[in-house]
């Protein structure tokens, strides 16, 4: 679990790239850490993948989660910590369980440490 000065720096690196894509209505990030140390960056993204069709995916595009298990490219994902944090347009931390959908993918990936912001701005443990 990442105390509360890395979970600061982690949400001013979401709000960086926030506004880049103020054409969504949230910005979701997926931090995947190592050893408490950064080791990807996801966020949801309006495109479509063809992974998509694996999963049963109700919203177009791609969520943060899936996002960054794509950019690590690694079968074995157990070593590695999950963090999603959600933005709305004021930069206000907002709930960002991560969706069925995305918890199969998780599983797939041996991916069972994870941790989302809730309704007080805070993490929870999934
Ligand atoms: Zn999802």
């Given at each position: 679990?990442?105390?509360n000065k890395q979970y600061n720096r982690l949400i001013n690196i979401a709000k960086s790239l926030c506004p880049i894509?103020?054409?969504?209505?949230?910005f979701h990030v997926a931090f995947l850490l190592k050893h408490n140390k950064i080791y990807k960056i996801g966020w949801n993204q309006i495109k479509t993948h063809p992974l998509l069709k694996l999963?049963?995916?109700y919203s177009i595009g791609i969520?943060?989660?899936?996002?960054?298990i794509m950019k690590a490219n690694k079968d074995d994902l157990s070593d590695y910590t999950l963090?999603?944090?959600r933005l709305n347009r004021n930069n206000k931390i907002?709930?960002?369980k991560p969706c069925s959908a995305c918890q199969n993918?998780?599983?797939q990936f041996n991916l069972y440490n994870c941790y989302y912001s809730n309704y007080?701005?805070?993490?929870?443990k999934l």
């Open positions: 679990m990442i105390n894509y103020k054409c969504h209505r949230c999963y049963p995916y969520h943060a989660e899936l996002n960054v963090i999603v944090i907002l709930y960002s993918v998780m599983k007080n701005g805070s993490l929870s």
